[in-house]
Structures are given as structure tokens and as C-alpha cells.
């Protein structure tokens, strides 16, 4: 008696491999939660989470790279500690850091949907420097626009104060983190030329 011994695929390969690269990503933004440097003008300090955040739009596409924020968020929610210096739980996702954390995965979104002008992924060789700051500066403003809002809602604070202390006093510093993911990326691009 024969038995038929074939292998059921639950699910895709590439589901699979979309899956652990939103993981992976994911990750990496808890890791750079870790980096942290005091703001003196502002309640919140500067991380490298947005750098994560974008490169996570730029190589994995507005899906899976806000699909890998989404992981995130429900990490830290759950307890494991990838919020800002290796904080966890809901308070964060209702305290100060609350509009910066929920911006997160539609900045991604957003950040993969103008680099890769869609769903689909194109070749990152073939996006334009114009391009790829200009989806960056377009998620840093979703970033921003949720961030302020959340110090004034949480801090009470009115726009121009919350402007300042929650989006201008970061300005500096998102520039570099913007060089940094252009360099990344051209890096990456180089090598698999």
C-alpha cells in the first residue's frame, strides 16, 4: 500500500520571505530605539527610529514596509522593549511619543509608495536622488504632522509651542538620517550592480 507523501505549501514562499524581511525590519527599527541623544528644546528625545522607518518604505515597498511598522508597534504594545530606549507597553502608544509611533507605519507607507511609484517594487538603481529625498521629506512630514499633534494633545500645548518642540527642534537631525538612508541606499544599489 502506497502512500502519497507530497508537500502542501501553507504558505507561499514569497509570503514567507515578505514576512521575515517586515520582521527583520521591524527589528531594526527597536534596535535604533536604542540610539538616543537628548533634545534640549524638546520633551522627547532624538532617535534613530525614522531611519529604520524609512528604509523599511525604501526596500520593502508601501505594503510590506508599513506591514513591518505594524509588527513594531505590536511588539512594543505586547512588552518586548523597542520603543524609544527600550521602553515597552501601550503607555507609549498614548503618551508623549504616541503621534511619532502611530505615524510609523503610514510614513513607511508612504516612503515606499513614492519611491517604487506603487505597490510593486522596482529596481531602487532605477529611483531618481529627487525622488528618493523627496519621499523622505514627504514622511517626514506625515511623521511630524502626527507627532506634533500628540505633544499637543498629550502635553497640552498650543500649536506654535507644540510646532517647535516637536518638529522644528528635530529638523537638523532628520537631515542627516535623510543622507544616512540615501547612502544606504546608493551603497546597496552599487552593490548589486
Known amino acids: 500500500m502506497a502512500t502519497n507523501t507530497e508537500s502542501v505549501d501553507l504558505v507561499g514562499d514569497e509570503a514567507a520571505t515578505n514576512l521575515a524581511r517586515a520582521a527583520l525590519f521591524a527589528a531594526l527599527v527597536g534596535a535604533f530605539a536604542y540610539v538616543t541623544f537628548p533634545n534640549p528644546v524638546s520633551p522627547v528625545d532624538v532617535t534613530l527610529q525614522v531611519l529604520g522607518v524609512f528604509l523599511a518604505g525604501i526596500f520593502?515597498?508601501?505594503?510590506?514596509?508599513?506591514?513591518s511598522l505594524v509588527l513594531y508597534l505590536a511588539a512594543g504594545a505586547l512588552g518586548a522593549p523597542v520603543f524609544e530606549g527600550g521602553s515597552a507597553g501601550v503607555g507609549a502608544l498614548v503618551g508623549q511619543t504616541a503621534g511619532y509611533l502611530w505615524s510609523y507605519p503610514i510614513a513607511a507607507a508612504v516612503v515606499g509608495a513614492v519611491v517604487h511609484r506603487g505597490a510593486?517594487?522596482?529596481?531602487?538603481?532605477?529611483?531618481?536622488?529627487?525622488?528618493?529625498?523627496?519621499?523622505m521629506v514627504l514622511g517626514t512630514?506625515?511623521?511630524?504632522?502626527?507627532?506634533?499633534?500628540?505633544?499637543?494633545?498629550?502635553?497640552?500645548?498650543?500649536?506654535?509651542?507644540?510646532?517647535?518642540?516637536?518638529?522644528?527642534?528635530?529638523?537638523?537631525?532628520?537631515?542627516?538620517?535623510?543622507?544616512a538612508a540615501v547612502g544606504v541606499v546608493r551603497s546597496d544599489a552599487i552593490a548589486a550592480a
Open 60 to 67: 520593502l515597498g508601501p505594503v510590506w514596509g508599513g506591514a
Open 120 to 135: 510593486a517594487l522596482r529596481d531602487l538603481r532605477s529611483v531618481g536622488l529627487p525622488s528618493l529625498v523627496g519621499a
Open 141 to 179: 512630514v506625515v511623521i511630524y504632522g502626527f507627532g506634533v499633534a500628540g505633544l499637543a494633545i498629550v502635553l497640552s500645548l498650543g500649536p506654535v509651542e507644540a510646532i517647535a518642540v516637536g518638529a522644528v527642534a528635530f529638523l537638523p537631525a532628520e537631515a542627516l538620517k535623510i543622507a
